[in-house]
């Protein structure tokens, strides 16, 4: 019998010698490999966690301790050795376990995660909660070196001088984000090692800041600067202790260590180095290609991030005003082509959506054409910027929006099913959702020349081909038939079920490639009084497209019959595409029904 086999709960690993802990570790390794090549997940990122895992629950009292990870994406050793091992076989599966830390899954996960950059400040309010209730735990904070970075990060670490006794803040540092981490600050801090160094630097921000600047917030910036030269000395002015750096897979050591930073007598920043991909010889060597493991696609196919590159290089070739950005997603985006042929053009700005937009917005003042390529559940992070800097000012922005609608096992954080909903309501902003690769060439050209925002969503997965292509300048919307049922059909894979619907029914069937969004072809909309009028869309029903449609008919008193396909007012868990997407009614006979 394994050691893991004897692991049922966190306190199972307490029982175990310190010697045996790395022999634990190599089992929950093998664990991970086994279960990520079938279902799919976070393979990298959770090798490189592992050993620090085993050692936290060795140390801490979880789940009466708090264990908070940012992202979460390297969380399934905590997982396994939370009482979960027995389930682990279906991670990402419908009914299973989350690929990320859910407090509707277990009492071990101390707070939901998924996105980057908020664990700091959960910890802060964990602690605070904790201190104005008389209570007594720790809190633990797991954050890789991408996400220590990022904003709302930065805010919470110098939001005050005072900060929590037993809170740990765990800065596992792999020298990766998702793709090689091209953060600035980050790169500064990297290289700034030098008392020589030091000692020019601070200089320069001493008279950058100077004594004329007032508020204590740039102060902190200033002393943050320190952080990067004079670890120890920045970290008791921001109100931290800092410890480091230390190898993190040398478990007895980090036993070592964190059993001493429990008697801390302030806040603590413990700093790790951690190999990714820690443990798979092929994860190491290509930590990004393995930083998310999923189905592959049958040779030959191709889907819309790997068409992306191609489509923008060829436009940048033509053009030399257009730029494309991403924020930390460089690869999952379909952008390593173009980056590679045109590096002075491409700009990667780390997990930073709020300022890849604004950024977006200054190039397009300054007469480029930036190109924003970013996931769906990514973007709604820069709402504000999109309304404020790009929307109101009418900028020409184009965001490709990849993995728009249903994504599947990564579940109800990763789902892009709200992106039509909150840009439907900016002013300036055109939406589309081309049917397939051909068409979405033929898309991003077109708002290349309309000179306002615009927003192009696509789902993940494969091309879907379609035989028909018309120009989208000329025919906002495809229609096929002349029918009294209207199938109103938004992107690839509610118009490939539309088709499939009116090819499997007697009954008379419009189907409409409803390519363009918004505007809404209302020419075409005023000719349905006495239709029954289904529209499917991969988003949320409330504010939707469909939403859209209703007020037109209701605002101009057209006499139609609309009925709605898409999500409910609820977050979608993860499942396959394809279970998600019955679920919320896309199926033949349930449109069937529907028809008149």
């Not at 990520?36 to 592992?50: E, F, I, K, R, Y």
């Not at 320190?226 to 036993?255: C, P, Q, R």
């Not at 008379?508 to 289904?534: C, H």
């Amino acid at each position: 019998m394994g050691l893991l086999e004897k692991v049922k709960t966190s306190s199972d690993v307490k029982k175990l010698k310190i010697s045996e802990l790395p022999i634990l570790a190599d089992e929950i390794r093998q664990r991970i490999i086994s279960v990520v090549d079938t279902n799919g997940g976070h393979l990298s990122s959770n090798l490189g966690a592992v050993d620090l895992i085993v050692a936290l629950h060795y140390v801490f009292d979880f789940p009466n301790d708090k264990l908070i990870f940012d992202v979460g994406h390297q969380s399934y050793a905590h997982k396994i050795l939370s009482g979960r091992n027995d389930r682990f076989d279906t991670i990402r599966q419908s009914g299973g376990l989350c690929g990320f830390p859910n407090i509707f899954e277990s009492e071990y996960d101390a707070f939901c995660a998924g996105h980057a950059g908020n664990s700091i400040s959960a910890s802060l309010g964990y602690c605070t909660a904790r201190d104005l209730n008389n209570e007594d735990y720790y809190v633990v904070d797991l954050v890789g070196d991408a996400s220590f970075f990022n904003g709302e990060n930065l805010e919470a670490l110098i939001s005050s001088d005072k900060k929590p006794q037993k809170l740990i803040i765990i800065l596992n540092d792999n020298g990766m984000s998702i793709s090689k981490n091209n953060n600035g600050l980050y790169k500064f801090i990297s290289l700034c090692t030098t008392k020589k160094t030091y000692g020019r630097v601070m200089r320069l921000a001493s008279r950058t800041v100077g004594k004329n600047f007032i508020g204590r917030g740039l102060k902190r910036i200033k002393n943050f600067i320190k952080v990067s030269l004079n670890h120890t000395t920045a970290a008791e002015m921001l109100g931290f202790k800092y410890v480091g750096i230390f190898d993190g897979h040398k478990i007895k050591e980090l036993v070592n260590i964190l059993t001493n930073l429990k008697n801390a007598d302030k806040a603590v920043v413990l700093h790790l180095k951690t190999v990714k991909g820690k443990g798979d010889d092929n994860a190491e060597n290509n930590p990004s290609y393995y930083h998310g493991v999923g189905s592959h696609l049958k040779c030959g196919q191709s889907s819309f991030s790997s068409s992306v590159s191609k489509i923008l290089e060829d436009i940048a070739q033509k053009d030399g005003k257009v730029t494309a950005i991403c924020a930390g997603m460089k690869d999952g985006t379909g952008l390593s082509g173009f980056a590679d042929k045109y590096p002075e053009r491409f700009f990667d700005v780390g997990i930073a959506e709020e300022h890849a937009v604004t950024y977006a917005a200054g190039q397009a003042m300054g007469g480029l054409k930036p190109i924003v390529c970013v996931y769906s559940t990514f973007l709604q992070r820069s709402y504000d910027q999109i309304m404020q800097d790009v929307c109101l000012q009418n900028l020409p922005v184009i965001f490709m929006i990849d993995r728009a609608g249903a994504v599947g096992a990564d579940g109800a954080t990763h789902q892009g099913l709200f992106d039509i909903s909150y840009l439907r309501t900016l002013p300036n902003m055109s939406i589309f959702a081309p049917k397939d690769c051909e068409e979405l060439e033929n898309t991003v050209k077109y708002c290349l020349t309309l000179n306002t925002p615009c927003a192009i969503r696509y789902p993940n997965g494969k091309n879907e081909e379609f035989e028909t292509h018309t120009d989208v300048a000329t025919s906002p919307w495809e229609i096929f038939g002349d029918g009294e049922n209207v199938l109103l059909a938004v992107g690839p894979r509610a118009l490939k079920l539309a088709f499939e619907v009116k090819n499997n029914t007697e009954k008379s069937v419009t189907v409409i490639n409803a390519r363009q969004i918004k505007p809404l072809y209302k020419s075409i909309i005023d000719t349905f009084d006495g239709k029954n009028v289904i529209t499917i869309e991969e988003n949320v029903i409330a504010g939707g497209f469909g939403s859209a449609v209703s007020e037109y008919l209701l605002q101009n008193k057209i006499n139609a019959k609309i009925s709605y396909v898409g999500f409910e007012d609820e977050f979608v868990p993860h499942a396959s595409v394809d279970e998600q997407l019955t679920k919320a009614g896309f199926t033949v006979d349930e449109i069937k029904r529907k028809l008149i």
